[in-house]
């Protein structure tokens, strides 16, 4: 009778235990970045960018750290709606106090008119993590430094 007890136990702890929960990348990474162009693509061969983070990171909701990118694209577009590629050889780096996560990024650069660009952009984690993110932000030329805003969602 116990051993038929504790076999009913085990089997119901698995199968409580089974629950899957689904991220679509680990840990969760879900913020706002806000950052400035250090150096344009012309000058250097990659875009450079570095910026803030505030957002998730994990279960901790209130996460601050700092965002570096090093974009490679085509030639930027100067008709309102045209794009140009982001090339996989893209990569961004974010660190938090305690974490560090690295990837590729590809994605695309669209003119908006006035000076600014839209950026939708596809990452992966490839360090500190695992999985896909997603970037969509505005660049902004009308300042100088350069502006980029935008978030990162799963």
Not at 83 to 89: E, H, L, V
Request: include cysteine; glycine fraction near 12%.
């Amino acid at each position: 009778m116990k051993s038929a007890l504790r076999l009913a136990i085990v089997i119901v702890a698995i199968a409580v235990s089974s629950v899957t929960v689904r991220a679509s990348s680990w840990p969760i990474i879900n913020g706002l970045v806000s950052g400035i162009e250090l150096c344009p693509q012309a000058w250097c061969g990659v875009a450079v960018f570095t910026g803030i983070f505030k957002g998730q990171v994990g279960f901790i909701q209130n996460t601050i750290g700092t965002v570096a990118v090093a974009v490679h694209h085509g030639p930027l577009p100067v008709v309102e709606h045209a794009c140009t590629p982001i090339f996989r050889d893209s990569v961004w780096t974010l660190k938090t106090l305690l974490r560090k996560f690295e990837g590729g990024a590809v994605g695309e650069l669209c003119y908006n008119g006035g000076n600014t660009f839209h950026i939708d952009v596809d990452m992966q984690i490839t360090s500190g993590g695992f999985g896909p993110l997603h970037f969509e932000g505005t660049l902004d030329h009308n300042v100088f430094p350069p502006t980029i805003k935008g978030h990162i969602t799963q």
